[in-house]
């Protein structure tokens, strides 16, 4: 049986001043619930993404859902982890619950408070989702781990810096008309491209306006099996999602193939009998421009080396032929590592019930997700449809 988003709720991302985890995640659950016109008490399971790592001193967080409602006292709760797809591995877990028949119903969480950590402890934390004994002294932090995977690049398919000025330049167009956004402002290609005292290069060619912000935020959505969504305003389908995870070490891997990301792509395509062409649009794991140009090769957009032709070429952008993130992606939106995922999920789900207000896609009806944790360590591909 298939399960389908019934309801949503999303939080404004950014510095949040006076939020706690607590009550991000009862403000969404509670938004969410009442979207989908859901009582607490006829939810089955509840699962929380929650990455942490030291980002909240509130550690064993997935009972504070039940906060939401007292309804919702001693239904199981569980706080699911995957690095920065810790968002998708909660709804991977509540399809399984589904799909299980263990009930009809599931509300899933995602949350994360970054911004009260220092910038010291925010680096230190963003790293251990990379194989520490190789990348635990990479400078800049994960920027680091990123900017070695554009150096690389660079050198081996030549320097494709306009490229990455063009993604994060089409990722602000696009935050603009996305109210949840934390940066919402169009900078242009030529602030992007060059560095500068207010874009100051980072890490390898990467500047500011190549990595996705510290981020505060939560998002929520109801999931429930066909026979619980009959009687739901709005249904929108799972036809896939599919999990692929790969080795922790770089050295492992040739890193700029994106293998993770292009099998779990594969498979999801595969299993749904489509091909990109019959995407409306996709959301995409941006945390860095030069994840989005891999993406494009792994997903098979362009060929390896050449995911600056989809660039170029205005594919991407919300009026190509394969809109990526017309929501802004991470690199506007804002990551909040935890909420990540479920946000993807509830924008997609927002485009295609034509909910999405400015950042509509026009005759949106099946669309693709790819998020990731670590470097295309945990690859998470759902796609989804609108029924009702």
Known sequence: ??????????????????????????????????????????????????????????????????????????????????????????????????????????LVVGVEQMTNASAEDIGANLLKASYLPESGTTGAGFAGVFGQIADLYFQTYGDHSDALASIAAKAHSNGVLNPYAQLRKDLGFDFCRHESPQNPRVAGPLKRTDCSPVSDGAAAIVIASDDFAVCSPRAV????????????????????????????????????????????????????????????????????????TAVHEGWTRRDGKLPVNPSGGLKSKGHPIGATGVSMHALTAMQLCGDAGDMQISNATIAGIYNMGGAAVANYVSILERTR
């Open 1 to 106: 049986m298939a399960s389908n988003i019934i309801g949503w709720a999303h939080t404004k991302f950014g510095k949040l001043s006076g939020e706690t985890v607590e009550t991000l995640i009862t403000s969404v659950a509670h938004e969410a619930l009442t979207h989908a016109a859901v009582d607490a008490a006829d939810i089955d399971a509840i699962f929380l993404g929650h990455f942490n790592a030291g980002f909240s001193a509130q550690d064993f967080t997935a009972s504070l859902v039940l906060e939401t409602d007292h309804a919702l006292r001693f239904k199981p709760a569980t706080r699911v982890e995957n690095a920065c797809a810790t968002g998708t591995a909660a709804v991977n877990q509540a399809l399984f619950w589904l799909e299980a028949n263990k009930g009809r119903t599931a």
């Open 237 to 308: 389908r799972f036809r896939a999602n599919v999990h692929v995870q790969d080795f922790l070490p770089l050295s492992r891997r040739d890193i700029l193939r994106f293998e993770g990301c292009n099998i779990a792509w594969r498979k999801a395509l595969e299993t749904t009998s489509l091909s990109l062409d019959d995407l409306s649009f996709v959301e995409t794991h941006d945390c860095f421009t030069i994840a989005e140009l891999l993406e494009y090769e792994a997903m098979g957009l362009t060929k390896p080396g050449k995911g600056a």
